[in-house]
């Protein structure tokens, strides 16, 4: 059937709205997709899901559909898990640090996959500031080694999500599939889901969604809707091993009122140029993202080790 019914039962308000079982929204968004869906209907699944927002129902059955499509890389070697770093929002007012958190973990020894692509025109990317650093996007999929930082365009992954996420550009507004990509882990052996979130519902939605799935996740606030911890604080980590969960750190009081080098300006150059002298030495890893390097290289050998300690 089309994707008519479901939007009888999600296009109703905020007050009439219901929700999908997991079959009926991993239906749904596997329509979406597959591009079975008129424009029109995708515009009225992205508004009336806007309005009513997602439940954790849901959320697992738009991650089912998708990862039943996306492309998946080799599993890393030793057992280690990918460490996917879903990159799309870009800097705002400090310059995006997802990047230098990339080569960060690359260099204690992770296979890093940092995956994304441009919503919103005149952001800078996280990928823009690697092919700065030289390291050019991925065309095809492959196993990335150990101290690798490999990146890809969305399109890689699935045509039909780059082209969900895309609609925004027409609608103004954000849609599921902008949830939904940053939790997937696109590889055939374990990954490790590096995520972030902004608002308080929300942060109860992804740990619900990572426990139902039973997901390697760290969850933290990002900076800007980064994953990438902000520089200036330290904030409250959870972790996810197979779904179980484990606080790691509360959210530490206060906010640094200068990094050292961390500059002002957000361009390209200006965070390519920061990025190289950190890991030059010349200038000292910002403490708070030090510290999530830490948990995701703990959380990395726990995952490899098959858990517990």
Request: one cysteine or more; charged letters at 20%; aromatic letters at 4%.
């Amino acid at each position: 059937m089309s994707i008519g019914p479901y939007i009888k039962i999600i296009g109703r308000g905020a007050r009439g709205a219901k929700g999908l079982e997991r079959a009926q929204a991993a239906d749904l968004l596997g329509q979406v997709l597959d591009g079975q869906a008129s424009d029109l209907e995708v515009g009225a699944f992205c508004v009336a899901m806007r309005i009513k927002g997602e439940t954790v129902e849901e959320m697992c059955g738009f991650l089912d559909a998708a990862h039943a499509r996306s492309a998946r890389f080799p599993a890393c070697a030793q057992g280690r898990p990918l460490i996917v770093l879903p990159s799309y929002n870009g800097a705002r007012r400090l310059p995006v640090l997802t990047s230098l958190l990339a080569l960060l973990l690359a260099r204690q020894g992770q296979s890093v996959l940092l995956h994304g692509m441009r919503t919103e025109a005149g952001r800078v990317l996280a990928s823009d500031v690697l092919a700065a650093l030289d390291i050019p996007a991925l065309t095809a999929i492959k196993q990335i080694a150990s101290r690798e930082v490999a990146h890809v365009d969305t399109a890689l992954l699935h045509p039909g999500l780059a082209r969900l996420l895309a609609v925004r550009e027409t609608l103004g507004l954000r849609n599921p599939g902008h949830s939904v990509v940053k939790l997937l882990g696109p590889c055939a052996g374990p990954a490790l889901v590096v995520a972030s979130h902004t608002h308080p519902a929300y942060f109860d939605l992804l740990c619900s969604t990572f426990s139902t799935l039973g997901m390697h996740a760290l969850l933290s606030r990002g900076l800007e809707g980064e994953v990438a911890a902000d520089p200036r604080r330290t904030p409250r980590y959870d972790a996810f091993v197979a779904g179980a969960h484990a606080l790691l750190d509360e959210q530490q009081p206060g906010t640094a009122s200068e990094v050292p080098g961390l500059p002002s300006a957000i361009d390209v150059a200006s965070t390519a140029t920061y990025t190289r002298r950190v890991l030059a030495g010349e200038l000292p890893v910002p403490t708070a993202l030090q510290r999530q390097v830490e948990h995701i290289v703990h959380l990395s050998a726990r995952i490899a080790a098959g858990a517990p300690s």
